[in-house]
T-cell receptor, first 110, second 113 residues
């Protein structure tokens, strides 16, 4: 699976949109982009995933560039409970082994 | 729809004792995965099981660790003769097929004293 690069940390004001970038320049055509987050002392929580098109669900939006070499996770109205480490993972859909990088530590400030 | 259930959440064992961690997958999921997270590190894959079968145990230490997923009941991760280095968070995850979204439980935190 392709590697991903994320900034180690980001701050965002409560109520604002949090935009978390991820670079995956070596992504293959059949690899999906998955996002998970891990709140301190909890298990990883699935957020969203996509292949080519932008995706939106009740938690977030995922914007994937046309060349698929990068993506952005958007939390539209960040709350204090969104403080967590966010992981961007690229994955062939047949591959059950998720490769976890260091992620982005997102801190939401009041 | 209950998520992935793990127990115990916290477990303390003395060196040399055995630790048993249990995992019930999400309803309708028959594929179970175990991951380990050492302090200040990322999650590392340990083992993938389907009912009564170990599909891939490439990430599991060869000694002292074993996993099962019986026909009835939860999946069990067993660590024999625990050592301090086994102290970690152990996460179970499940999916309806290997290619579908994988959902995680809240983890079991093992502390070896």
């Amino acid at each position: 699976d392709a590697k991903t690069t994320q900034p180690p940390s980001m701050d965002c004001a409560e109520g604002r949109a949090a935009n978390l970038p991820c670079n995956h320049s070596t992504i293959s055509g059949n690899e999906y982009v998955y996002w998970y987050r891990q709140i301190h002392s909890q298990g990883p929580q699935y957020i969203i995933h996509g292949l080519k098109n932008n995706e939106t669900n009740e938690m977030a939006s995922l914007i994937i560039t046309e060349d698929r070499k990068s993506s952005t996770l958007i939390l539209p109205h960040a709350t204090l409970r969104d403080t967590a480490v966010y992981y961007c993972i690229v994955r062939v859909d047949s591959n059950y082994q998720l490769i976890w990088g260091a992620g982005t530590k997102l801190i939401i400030k009041p | 729809n209950a998520g992935v259930m793990q127990n115990p959440r916290h477990l303390v064992r003395r060196r040399g004792q055995e630790a048993r961690l249990r995992c019930s997958p999400m309803k309708g999921h028959s594929h179970v995965y175990w991951y380990r997270q050492l302090p200040e590190e990322g999650l590392k894959f340990m083992v993938y099981l389907q009912k009564e079968n170990i599909i891939d145990e490439s990430g599991m230490p060869k000694e002292r660790f074993s996993a099962e997923f019986p026909k009835e009941g939860p999946s069990i991760l067993r660590i024999q003769q625990v050592v301090r280095g086994d102290s970690a968070a152990y996460f179970c995850a499940s999916s309806s097929s290997p290619g579908n979204t994988i959902y995680f439980g809240e983890g079991s935190w093992l502390t070896v004293v």
